[in-house]
């Protein structure tokens, strides 16, 4: 038995993998680009570990991936390769269409050409399951019930229509060819390995910096904040024991504002780190708004809950103090990740904002 992982090399697919390699002995096939948001480091702990073989490549490429399908024979694909920065779907947005739309359309047909081949238990037992986020379903105003299964898709971003195109097709494939898929929508995941481009390892790493910590707009921008390995159980069970076609909200029952989070950021790094110079707040500074910025996201994560008896093992003072403990334990890999290419586009992104 195999499994092969799209986006592994990433925050939330390296986080997943070695957190399936911690808990089974069942190989994993990792397929990454190695796009800028890539990262081999965070898989190092497996160097020689023959149950992870890394293929460096593109999920459109479809040889490629058909390859990989006839030579590993996995029993499901776990779909995290995206494009996943907001900010940047705004700047640029053909590669999320590139990667996030067709890519997911040339996995779901090498899968279908392999799945259509396979008899008797692999067949039936063949899982594809797509990663989404709950960025689909739109912006809520302060007084709506979080996001069910249900809700309409009202995607606003760049980001977030390509996430939502990409669910779209995934459903449509099981509907029309009988395509044993499963879909989790989750809400915002902080943790280890997150690439400091994102709300939190920004905060962090620019703190640690003495750098300005950009607020958009008014900061009271609401985000259901999960802890990543909490969204790696809740895509487990799902893989496990979620039904065909349906999908199935991921969430940390744990709405903050952008401005509360900077400022909870900001207190624990005051106890872990403290700064000569004085509290970190003072370097809290309110910047432009995102264009078309959603207010508020929130998740109702009873349907997982019920069905499958998921529920966050984490809280949110337990999983941010472990986050930036694990930011202050590793600067070598933030000095690492902040490459030419992430510099190129700190300068670009809070230029405009400023
Ligand atoms: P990430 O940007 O950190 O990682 C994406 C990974 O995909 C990188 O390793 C990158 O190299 C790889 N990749 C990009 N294009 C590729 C291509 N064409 N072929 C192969 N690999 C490619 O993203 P993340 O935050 O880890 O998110 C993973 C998935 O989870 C995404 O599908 C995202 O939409 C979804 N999601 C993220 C969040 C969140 O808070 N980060 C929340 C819910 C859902
Ligand atoms: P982000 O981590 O980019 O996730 P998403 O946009 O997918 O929710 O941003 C989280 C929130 O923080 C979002 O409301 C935008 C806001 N934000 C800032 O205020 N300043 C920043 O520098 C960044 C990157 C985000």
Redesign the pocket.
């Known amino acids: 038995m195999t499994i092969l992982v799209?986006?592994?090399?990433?925050?939330?697919?390296?986080?997943f993998v070695l957190d399936w390699l911690r808990q089974s002995d069942e190989p994993v096939v990792n397929?990454?680009?190695?796009?800028?948001?890539?990262?081999p480091e965070n898989l190092a702990s497996l160097d020689g570990d023959a149950r992870h073989t890394f293929v460096k490549?593109?999920?459109?490429?479809r040889a490629l991936v058909d390859q990989l399908l006839i030579t590993h024979q996995p029993r499901a694909i776990v779909?995290?390769?995206?494009?996943?920065?907001v900010d940047r779907s705004i700047s640029g947005p053909g590669?999320f269409m590139?990667?996030?739309v067709d890519?997911t359309f040339t996995l779901l047909e090498a899968a279908r050409a392999y799945w259509g081949a396979l008899d008797g238990e692999a067949k039936a037992g063949f899982r594809f399951h797509h990663?989404?986020?709950?960025?689909v379903y739109g912006s809520l105003k302060p007084t709506d019930p979080p996001f069910a299964e249900t809700n309409p898709y009202e995607p606003n971003s760049p980001?977030s229509a390509s996430?939502a195109a990409s669910d779209h097709l995934v459903r449509s494939w099981h509907h029309t060819y009988g395509l044993p898929v499963v879909t989790?929508?989750?809400?915002?995941?902080?943790g280890p390995?997150?690439?400091p481009e994102?709300l939190i390892p920004l905060m962090i790493v620019n703190a640690l910096a003495g750098k300005p910590l950009p607020v958009y707009g008014d900061g009271q921008q609401i985000r259901d904040w999960?802890y990543v390995t909490d969204?790696c159980s809740g895509i487990r069970a799902v893989l496990a024991g979620g039904k065909l076609g349906e999908t199935y909200n991921?969430g940390g029952w744990n709405e903050q504002a952008n401005i509360d989070i900077v400022k909870i950021v900001c207190k624990l790094l005051d106890g872990m780190r403290p700064d000569p110079a004085g509290p970190y707040e003072r370097l809290i500074t309110y910047v432009k708004d995102r264009p078309g910025h959603d207010r508020r996201y929130a998740i109702d994560a009873r349907k997982i809950e019920r069905e499958l008896g998921w529920r966050p093992a984490e809280t949110f003072e337990t999983g941010i103090r472990k986050t930036v403990q694990w930011y202050l334990d590793n600067p070598e890999w933030v000095a690492r990740v902040q490459s030419g290419a992430y510099r190129d586009w700190i300068s670009q992104q809070y230029t405009a904002a400023a």
């Open positions: 799209t986006g592994g090399a990433g925050f939330i697919g390296s986080n397929l990454d680009a190695l796009t800028y948001a890539g990262n490549g593109d999920i459109c490429d779909h995290f390769a995206a494009e996943s920065h590669a590139r990667t996030n890519g990663v989404s986020t709950d960025e980001y996430k989790t929508n989750c809400s915002n995941n902080y390995y997150h690439f994102k999960l969204h991921i």
